[in-house]
Nanobody
Framework: VRLVESGGGLVQAGGSLRLSCAAS????????MGWFRQAPGKEREFVAA????????HYADSVKGRFTISRDNAKNTVYLQMNNLKPEDTAVYYC???????????????WGQGTQVTVSS
């Protein structure tokens, strides 16, 4: 499955961004989807995941209450709404997909190319 992210950019602290990830080449509704991020000099870290149905979601503690993951299976797209952004949210954000919801939070099988999010103070 091919994943293409969009929606990154530069925003001031306290602002909002919505990332999108369009999937193709597979049956989107069978995949759990996720978002990871990697800041300069740091390892890639889990941000959020959503089950194939959208019923189950899971978030990293650092974004809980500020970020919301959602999906539209009719549009083969997953979203990450990011509110109250902080400078420490600055990173390249990657979309991911996996057959298994729990694997999607640890070692997903498919990755997008990433989109840069920069939060200025």
């Amino acid at each position: 499955v091919r994943l293409v992210e969009s929606g990154g950019g530069l925003v001031q602290a306290g602002g909002s961004l919505r990332l999108s990830c369009a999937a193709s080449g597979g049956t989107f509704s069978r995949y759990a989807m996720g978002w990871f991020r990697q800041a300069p000099g740091k390892e890639r870290e889990f941000v959020a995941a959503i089950s194939w149905s959208g019923v189950s979601t899971h978030y990293a503690d650092s974004v809980k209450g500020r970020f919301t993951i959602s999906r539209d299976n009719a549009k083969n797209t997953v979203y990450l709404q990011m509110n109250n952004l902080k400078p420490e949210d600055t990173a390249v954000y990657y979309c991911s997909a996996d057959d298994d919801f729990y694997s999607s939070m640890r070692a997903p099988g498919y990755w997008g190319q990433g989109t840069q999010v920069t939060v200025s103070s």
